[in-house]
């Protein structure tokens, strides 16, 4: 009987049932199309972080308790960003809720095991050869089972079309629910089965079956599919009942992001030092479906402090960055450069070295140099500089590169050598320090004198953080990253290492004092040295060049009007850094300069440092 039992239930018709926490459940289906609520989006702002701020609108009729409501609830909006107004309607609240559905389907489906043949033709003739060759008939009574269920499998799927909804209406609110859905498929299982024969009931098992012989032989089951989901929906209620009214929601969430990217073509006349430089935009769209839609990307991050924390009202645990998943590589990289705006930030602009912006003359005021695409518009917001893109179709998934302008700047060139000195905890220089992490002597001789590109702001739009690639012409030179730069001032571009200009120092001890500083009942050595550095210019033009040193210690003196700045002490300066930070400064000297054909620049400069002895 109970086997009975659990067959009638497998084979029950289709069933609907649904139910909500608080609330008895009123289906889409029963609210009138008029008061559901679908909106529109009417304006997107894109930061360079993977965050956006979407502007949405739309209408609906109230319904007898004043309500209207949305289905495609945003997955994912930070904590008090989350604001909705209306035009036209007095907005009283708004509720956010989960609906709790599950849904069954039955369908007959391919029998795929031996067991499930034997269920679907309970009551048939069946001639049998059982694995020992032996042949035995009779009726199938009954099939020894139990109902199971487990999630379908991807043909199962197919079967039922349980994707083709969602493929069709990829904006649906059933896929932005998609994480909420489950689903599960009937089946039986078990081993065994009652054959009816002249001599009376036998029990075989599905292992002995070696043939199964049956007239009209039916080959399908019926199948079960439950699907559980819970979409989320916004209950908007008015003052008004039976009325239009608006809603304009806007939010701010992770998702989209836009990368500025940069192509820099200078000029192959030496007299004509003018570059054309081109700026576009990359997007990344992993959040929803823009449909003509108008685009502001920002130059600059905004400030919000609780960007990792979701609102209340889109129901979800945390906040869901579905960029970290599509992209890693790129989103990963704020934790990985300790910035908040990550790799493409604006504040990464005075972060390395030998990249400083010079005061300019003031804001360009030369417009006819800038060749802004005709369907663009630029213009200041705050502390932030907006570009207007006045319509983007971009789905889901998809990305795309859109250019922002054009522009011919001056610039010119310059050579940069920096050196940086270090000594291990006795005072020694890095050169002591070979098998602590240097593999080969060659790394420490080797002096590199870098080409830059100074490019002026000429124009009164910003340049904003991001990859650039120089070219002369349809010739590649070199790729680095364009650093924000303000309208009237100037960024350098790092190109590649100069073949013709080489470096060399000579850094040799001129004094050493023992016993000459006591901290702490613990004695230093005064160590004064004296650092030549020579720089020789092989190239068959002058060039303009900067050098710096750097070294832990304090500078007191340097030649052809090397500047010094003394900072406080540097770990980086030391290979072991205990004891050192109440001794010893940092120091910095810059020397500028123009070396002509063949000709040598060599500036000294004196310093000391106290060392353990």
């Not at 479906?289 to 960007?307: A, K, Y």
């Not at 940069?416 to 790394?443: C, F, K, M, Y």
């Not at 002509?596 to 310093?607: H, I, L, N, Q, R």
Request: hydrophobic content about 40%; glycine content about 8%.
């Amino acid at each position: 009987m109970l086997l009975i039992h659990r067959r009638i239930r497998y084979l029950l018709p289709v069933i609907l049932v649904a139910s909500v926490a608080g609330r008895p459940y009123r289906s889409a289906a029963a609210d009138s199309a008029d008061h559901r609520l679908g909106l529109s989006t009417s304006r997107v702002s894109v930061f360079k972080d993977g965050y956006y701020l979407a502007v949405k609108s739309g209408s609906a009729i109230t319904n007898k308790d004043g309500e209207v409501v949305l289905e495609d609830v945003p997955d994912a909006a930070v904590l008090g960003s989350m604001w909705a107004t209306s035009n036209k309607g007095k907005l009283l609240s708004i509720v956010a809720s989960r609906e709790v559905v599950r849904k069954t389907i039955d369908k007959e489906m391919t029998c795929f095991q031996t067991l499930d043949l034997l269920h679907a033709n309970v009551g048939k003739q069946a001639k049998i050869i059982l694995t020992d060759k032996s042949i035995i008939q009779g009726t199938i009574r009954t099939v020894l089972a139990e109902a199971t269920s487990a999630a379908p499998t991807p043909h199962q799927r197919e079967l039922f079309h349980l994707d083709d909804d969602t493929a069709a209406n990829p904006m649906s609110p059933v896929t932005a629910q998609a994480a909420s859905i489950s689903a599960t498929i009937s089946g039986i299982t078990g081993s065994q089965f009652i054959l009816d024969t002249d001599e009376g009931d036998v029990v075989l098992s599905t292992g002995q079956i070696a043939t199964l012989t049956i007239r009209n032989m039916k080959s399908t089951m019926p199948r079960t599919l439950t699907t559980t989901e819970s979409p989320k929906r916004l209950t908007f209620r008015f003052a008004e009942v039976g009325k239009p009214v608006d809603v304009s929601l806007i939010y701010f969430r992770p998702g989209l992001r836009w990368i500025p990217t940069y192509r820099v073509n200078v000029s192959p006349d030496e007299g004509k030092k003018i570059a054309t430089i081109s700026m576009q935009a990359e997007f990344l769209n992993e959040a929803e479906n823009l449909e003509n839609v108008p685009i502001d990307i920002v130059v600059g991050v905004p400030h919000f402090r609780f960007r990792e924390t979701p609102s209340p009202l889109v129901l979800e645990a945390t906040m869901r960055n579905v960029l970290h998943q599509a992209a890693p590589a790129l989103m990963n990289q704020p934790m990985l450069m300790g910035q908040q705006g990550g790799f493409f930030s604006n504040s990464m602009f005075d972060a390395r070295s030998g990249e400083r912006h010079g005061a300019g003359s003031g804001p360009g005021t030369g417009d006819d140099q800038l060749a802004l695409p005709a369907e663009l518009a630029a213009e200041g917001a705050g502390d932030l500089f907006v570009y207007t893109i006045p319509r983007l179709n971009l789905r889901k998934g998809q990305r795309a590169a859109m250019p922002i302008l054009t522009a011919d700047v001056p610039y010119r060139d310059l050579y940069t050598w920096d050196i940086h000195e270090t000594r291990n905890e006795r005072g020694g220089s890095v050169a002591a320090a070979v098998g602590r992490g240097i593999t080969s002597p060659l790394q420490i001789s080797e002096n590199r004198v870098w080409h830059q590109l100074v490019l002026s702001t000429t124009t009164r739009f910003p340049w904003t953080t991001g990859p650039a690639m120089v070219v002369q012409g349809t010739q590649p030179l070199g790729q680095d990253m364009m650093t924000y730069t303000s309208p009237g001032g100037e960024v350098r571009l790092p190109i590649t290492v100069a073949v013709d200009l080489r470096g060399s120092l000579d850094d040799e001890e001129t004094d050493r004092k023992l016993n000459d500083l006591n901290v702490n009942n613990v004695n230093y050595a005064r160590i004064s040295k004296s650092a030549t550095l020579l720089l020789q210019n092989r190239k068959k033009s002058p060039v303009e060049i900067e050098i710096s040193f750097r070294t832990g210690g304090k500078a007191t003196e340097a030649t052809l009007d090397g500047k010094i700045t003394l900072r406080p002490h540097a770990p980086e300066d030391w290979i072991n850094s205990q004891g050192y930070a109440a001794v010893n400064n940092s120091s910095i000297t810059v020397w500028r300069s123009s070396v002509k054909p063949g000709e040598s620049f060599a500036p000294t400069v004196k310093y000391h440092y106290f060392a353990l002895h």
